[in-house]
Nanobody
Framework: QVQTVESGGGLVQPGGSLRLSCTFQ????????MAWYRQPPGEQRELVATISGSGSENYADSVKDRFIISRDNAKKMVYLQMNSLKFEDTAVYFC?????????????WGQGTQVTVSS
């Protein structure tokens, strides 16, 4: 059964960079809008970034100009390049997907990958 699988998390110093990866092995990957969410410790889950099948990007204000979401449709991969990391970026990061051409919520929750920003 198709699912999202996140990887690439780890420990990084403030100001550092990290790239997260996500696989979503749908035969119609191009038809899905992909998203990254995160859940800081003790806080609500929040939407970080989205990218449509055609490559249109959207970002939360808190990560705009620091994070870049991208996708490789041939590899069925989505990435989140995180730069200039701050303590506030510490969270479990989740990848998700929804059909771009249907009324659909993000429902393909994976296990997430932990990102810890600490000196």
């Amino acid at each position: 059964q198709v699912q999202t699988v996140e990887s690439g998390g780890g420990l990084v110093q403030p100001g550092g960079s990290l790239r997260l990866s996500c696989t979503f092995q749908s035969s119609i990957f191009r038809m899905y809008t992909m998203a990254w969410y995160r859940q800081p410790p003790g806080e609500q889950r929040e939407l970080v970034a989205t990218i449509s099948g055609s490559g249109s990007e959207n970002y939360a204000d808190s990560v705009k100009d620091r994070f870049i979401i991208s996708r490789d449709n041939a590899k069925k991969m989505v990435y989140l390049q995180m730069n200039s990391l701050k303590f506030e970026d510490t969270a479990v990061y989740f990848c998700n997907a929804r059909r771009s051409d249907l009324r659909q919520e993000y429902s393909y929750w994976g296990q997430g990958t932990q990102v810890t920003v600490s000196s």
